[in-house]
Every structure is written in C-alpha cells, then in structure tokens.
C-alpha cells in the first residue's frame, strides 16, 4: 500500500515536471485528441512495464525507455491510443 502511493507520488512529480518544461525545450508536441501522458504511464506500468526512465515524443509517438522485468525495453506507444505499436530490446 505504501510503495503503492509513493509509486503514484513519483508519477505525478514526473509528470508535473514534464508538462512545465518551457515548449523550447519540450521538443514535439503530442497530436489533439491525445491521452494524457499520466494514462500512458499508468497503462504502460500496467502492463509490467516498470520502472519508467525516459519518455519523449519523437514523429508523433511517445518513446519510451522503461524495464519489463530485469530487461530494459524500448516502446513506441500511439499517443491518441496508448497502444505500444512497438516493443524492442534496449542495447
């Protein structure tokens, strides 16, 4: 329960974090209509996907660098979605 909300504590600091970045140095931004990246991150960490380390959005898909399991894993996720459109070993 505790490592639950500290979990959740961390997810909203990031995010908070992420969305003040002042826009010239927060590279592209997600298309209208796009989930928020707190969705993403919950849906990702649902699916195993966890600890989260880096997220960008790069040609309209959210890169994501995070570990499932003890595997570090580079993720493409569709931003309007949250479907992972690809899931590669991280070298």
Known sequence: MRARLLCKI?????????????QA????R???????????IQKLEAEGYSPITEISMDNGVWEVEAYK?????ELKVNPLTGQIVSDRKDD
């Open 10 to 22: 961390l997810v909203i600091t990031f995010v908070s974090s992420v969305l003040t970045i002042p």
């Open 25 to 28: 140095f927060a590279g592209e």
């Open 30 to 40: 997600p298309p209208a209509g796009a989930k928020p990246l707190v969705e993403i």
């Open 69 to 73: 399991g003890n595997e570090a894993r």
